[in-house]
C-alpha cells in the first residue's frame, strides 16, 4: 500500500510570493490533516478535510487555505509569503479507526527569504 | 495554551541507560498516540493507548495510559543508537477526530 506523498519535497520562496503545496493521502483514506512543524512551536495544526469539506481548522491566518479533491488528493496553499511561514509542511492522512491514527507523508520544506 | 506537556524537551544519553518521557494535561483524552520522527522524515505512529491503565509494550519501549486517560509515559529499556529521534505524543479529543500534538522529546543516544 503506497504512503502518503507529498509534493514538493524542498522549496525556497520570497516574501510576498504564494506557495502551493500536494498532498495524495493512502488510497481509501478519506481525512487529511495539514500540520506545520517547526523548531519553536512544534507540530501544529491547519486543518482537515474530509470529503471535500474541511472538517476543522486551526488557529492560522487566513493566509492558509487549504482544499480537498474528489479522489481525496490535498492541496494547501500559503499567500503573501511571510520570514515566519518558513518551516515542514506536514500532511497526514487518517482511515476509518475509531483512535484516529495519522499517518504522515514526509513533508516539504519551505524556506521564505 | 499548550494541552499536552512532554518532559523532557531534550534527552541525551549514553547507549544501555534507561530513560522515561512523560506527557502530561489536565484534559481528559479518548486516547493517546505515540510517534516517533527521524530528520528528513514524517512522523511515524508507535502505538496508541486507549483504557486508562493500559500498557504496551513495543520491544523494549513500554509505554502506559495514565489511570485519569489525562497523561501517558514512554519507558525505553537499554536504549540504543537506532532509537535517536523526536518523539512526540499525541491526544485525541472529539472523539478522536482532532488530535493534540506534544512539543515532543528530541532524544538522543549516543555510542
Known amino acids: 500500500k503506497a504512503g502518503v506523498t507529498q509534493t514538493p519535497r524542498y522549496l525556497i520562496k520570497t516574501r510576498g510570493q504564494q506557495v502551493t503545496l500536494s498532498c495524495s493521502p493512502i488510497s481509501g483514506h478519506r481525512s487529511v490533516s495539514w500540520y506545520q512543524q517547526t523548531p519553536g512551536q512544534g507540530l501544529q495544526f491547519l486543518f482537515e478535510y474530509f470529503s471535500e469539506t474541511q472538517r476543522n481548522k486551526g488557529n492560522f491566518p487566513g493566509r492558509f487555505s487549504g482544499r480537498q479533491f474528489s479522489n481525496s488528493r490535498s492541496e494547501m496553499n500559503v499567500s503573501t509569503l511571510e520570514l515566519g511561514d518558513s518551516a515542514l509542511y506536514l500532511c497526514?492522512?487518517?482511515?476509518?479507526?475509531?483512535?484516529?491514527?495519522?499517518?504522515f507523508g514526509e513533508g516539504s520544506r519551505l524556506t521564505v527569504l | 495554551t499548550q494541552l499536552l506537556e512532554q518532559s523532557p524537551q531534550f534527552l541525551s544519553i549514553q547507549e544501555g541507560e534507561n530513560l522515561t518521557v512523560y506527557c502530561n494535561s489536565s484534559?481528559?483524552?479518548?486516547?493517546l498516540q505515540w510517534y516517533r520522527q527521524e530528520p528528513g522524515e514524517g512522523p511515524v505512529l508507535l502505538v496508541t493507548?486507549?483504557?486508562?491503565?493500559e500498557v504496551k509494550k513495543l520491544k523494549r519501549l513500554t509505554f502506559q495510559f495514565g489511570d485519569a486517560r489525562k497523561d501517558s509515559s514512554l519507558h525505553i529499556t537499554a536504549a540504543q543508537p537506532g532509537d535517536t529521534g523526536l518523539y512526540l505524543c499525541?491526544?485525541?479529543?472529539?472523539?478522536?477526530?482532532?488530535?493534540?500534538f506534544g512539543q515532543g522529546t528530541r532524544l538522543t543516544i549516543n555510542p
Open positions: 499525541a491526544g485525541a479529543i472529539q472523539g478522536a477526530q482532532k488530535l493534540v
Open positions: 497526514a492522512s487518517r482511515g476509518e479507526s475509531r483512535t484516529g491514527e495519522l499517518f
Open positions: 493507548v486507549v483504557t486508562g491503565g
Open positions: 484534559s481528559v483524552f479518548s486516547s
